[in-house]
C-alpha cells in the first residue's frame, strides 16, 4: 500500500518506516521536525535502500497535507505526529490540544478531499487512567488523567465519529503501552532532545554516564517490591504491529481500539537490574517520592490484537536492555552523534 507516515522521523515512527518497507509498501513521510532531526530519515534510507518521500511540514497545514496528499496519493495514513509529554500537557493545554487534535481534524479533511479512507492512530495506554480491574482490556472504561490523554482520547473519539459517518472507512486505533528499545543496527533508537522524562532513556544516559543518578519514583505502591509497574514493549514489536493493523484496515471498515502491549509486566527495580546486566555497568539509583499522576501498575491484555491483527510480541526484557544499550553506547549524543 502507499502509506503517508506523520511524524516519521519520530522514534517509533522512524522503526514503522523499516518495517513498512520490509514487507513492500510504499512510504511518504510528513514532520516538522518538532522532536526529531533529519538525520533520522538518512539513517532510515541507508538501513533499508528504500526509496522515502519526505515532506517538512505540519500536520496542522491544511494547504501542506493537501500538496502531499496530490502528491503521494496516500491510500492509508499512519498518524504519529503529536506531542507526548505529560508534564508539558499540564502546562501547555492549548498547545497540546492544538497539535494533538487540531492536527488530526486537519489531516482527516485533507484524507477526505483527498479520498482516502484508511488511518491508524497512534493512541495509548493512558486513555483507561486509574485501572478499575487489570490487565486492561479494551472494554475498560476511559478515563484519563493528564491533557496528553485526554488529547489520545478525544482524537478516539473524532476517529471513532468519522468512520461511523461512511461505510467504507477505517480507524485503527493503536493503545500503545511502554515503547522501549531500539533497532537492531543500533542505528535507530530514542533520542530525548532534554531531560528524558521516561525511565528507559533516563537508565541509559545514567549508564553512559550523562547523568548521575536514576530517581526511582515511589517504593510504596502495592506491588511485590513497592515500585510501579509497566507494560513494556519493544519498538520493533510495536512497528509491525502498525504493519499487521494495515492488513487488517485493507479488509475490515469501522473503527476499532487495540492494546499495544505483552501482557507481562515490570517493576521500575526489574527494569534497572535488567539494564546492568545488558550494559555491564552499575545504576545509581535514589529513593524519591512518588511522581504525581502515575498509577502503581499497568498490564495490557493484548488477545484481541493477537487474534484479530495476527500480531504478538516477540522481544522480551532482555532484548529491550540489551538494544536500548547499543543504541546509546553507538549515540553517546543521539542523532547528534552524526
Ligand atoms: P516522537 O516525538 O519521537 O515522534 C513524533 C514525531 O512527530 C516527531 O518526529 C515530531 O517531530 C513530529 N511532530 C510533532 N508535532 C508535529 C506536527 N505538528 N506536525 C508534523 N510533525 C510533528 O514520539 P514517539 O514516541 O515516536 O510517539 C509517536 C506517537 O505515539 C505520538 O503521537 C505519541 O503520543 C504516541 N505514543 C507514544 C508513546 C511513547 O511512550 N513513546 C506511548 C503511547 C503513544
Ligand atoms: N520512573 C522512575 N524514574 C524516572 C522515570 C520513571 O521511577 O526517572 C518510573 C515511573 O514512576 C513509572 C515507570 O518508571 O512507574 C515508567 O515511567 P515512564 O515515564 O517511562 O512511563 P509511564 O509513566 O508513561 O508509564
Redesign the pocket.
Known sequence: MRVLVTGGAGYIGSHTLLELMAQGHVVCVLDNYANATPTVLNRVRALSNGQITDFVGDVRDAKKLDEVMAAFAPEAVIHFAGLKA?GESAQKPLYYYDVNITGTLTLLHAMERAGCKRIIFSS???VYGEPQYLPYDEAHPTNPMSVYGRTKLMAEQILTDWVAAHADRTAVLLRY??P?GAHPSADLGEDPRDI????????AQVAIGKRDV?????DD?DTPDG????D?IHVVDLARAHVAALGYAAVHNGARPFNIGTGQNY??RD?VAAFEIASGRNIPTKQ?P??A????A?QADASRANAELGWHATHGLDDMAASTWAWQSKNRNGYDTD
Open positions: 505529560v495509548s495506554a493512558t503501552f511502554n522501549v528524558p522524562n521516561n525511565l528507559m532513556p533516563f537508565i536514576l530517581e526511582v519514583f515511589g505502591y515500585t510501579g509497574l509497566r513494556y517493576s521500575v527494569m524519591s512518588r511522581r499522576g502515575d498509577v502503581a499497568m
